[in-house]
């Protein structure tokens, strides 16, 4: 299962969600592919996330987060093992969404949403202060962020692999020529390359036991 986590005040209608979601239906690999709209409380859209993945009880896991969708997969990472892909992630959304209090549109698939201060006290209870394990995450930064600081994500993920993009923007522009890289990684991770030591012995002991 590959879960992407689009950005605030995004949707699954935006560009990077479109395009994975049209690349893995060319490879016949579309089942694999769900992409949520998330609702505007973070404590909501963590309970989401992890109801689509016990209904769907697939096998593997990998996120995909961007933007604000990076703070969750990170989030989600730490908290159950799932490796994760980050596209500019947020670090800390508390801080920067303080100015979107009120009603705010979305940039893709209409509407709009409602930003309350409570929203902003459950994302600083998500917040993860240091990951661990950093191998099983895939950081994108791109140093023409316009939105975030290229720096703090570099900070936050000590370790981790990362494409450092010269310029770019926040949307990643150039998303089209990094989905090859962003499928091997979820091939990899499909494989178990990233899972946690015992994990592999854990899964083989519930298969006998069944």
């Given amino acids: 299962m590959i879960l992407y986590l689009h950005g605030f005040r995004s949707s699954p209608q935006s560009f990077k969600a479109r395009l994975l979601a049209e690349r893995l239906t060319a490879l016949g690999r579309g089942a694999e592919w769900c992409c949520p709209l998330l609702p505007v409380s973070p404590f909501d859209t963590i309970a ?8 769907a009880k697939p096998a ?7 933007s604000l969708g990076g703070f969750f997969a990170t989030h989600l990472a730490e908290k159950h093992g799932w490796p994760a892909i980050l596209l500019n992630p947020a670090v800390v959304p508390q801080r920067d969404l303080s100015g979107y ?8 698939g209409g509407g709009s949403i409602v930003v309350e ?22 950081l994108f930064a791109a140093t023409g962020d316009e939105v975030l600081d290229y720096r703090e994500m570099l900070a936050h993920y ?3 692999r990362t494409k450092l993009i010269d310029g770019s923007d926040h949307s990643i522009s150039e998303f089209p020529q990094y989905v090859d ?5 979820c091939d990899e991770a499909a494989a178990g390359r990233f899972a946690a030591p015992g994990a592999a012995d854990a899964r083989r002991n519930d ?3 069944n």
């Fill in 48 to 55: 989401l996330a992890e109801a689509l993945v016990a209904q």
């Fill in 60 to 66: 593997q896991v990998t996120l995909i987060g961007s």
């Fill in 101 to 108: 209090l009120g009603e705010q549109p979305r940039y893709s």
């Fill in 117 to 138: 201060p409570r929203h902003l006290d459950e994302l600083r209870a998500l917040a993860v202060t240091s990951v661990t394990r950093p191998e099983r995450y895939y």
């Fill in 158 to 160: 000590p370790g981790a």
């Fill in 181 to 185: 890289d962003v499928l091997a990684f």
């Fill in 207 to 209: 298969a006998t036991r």
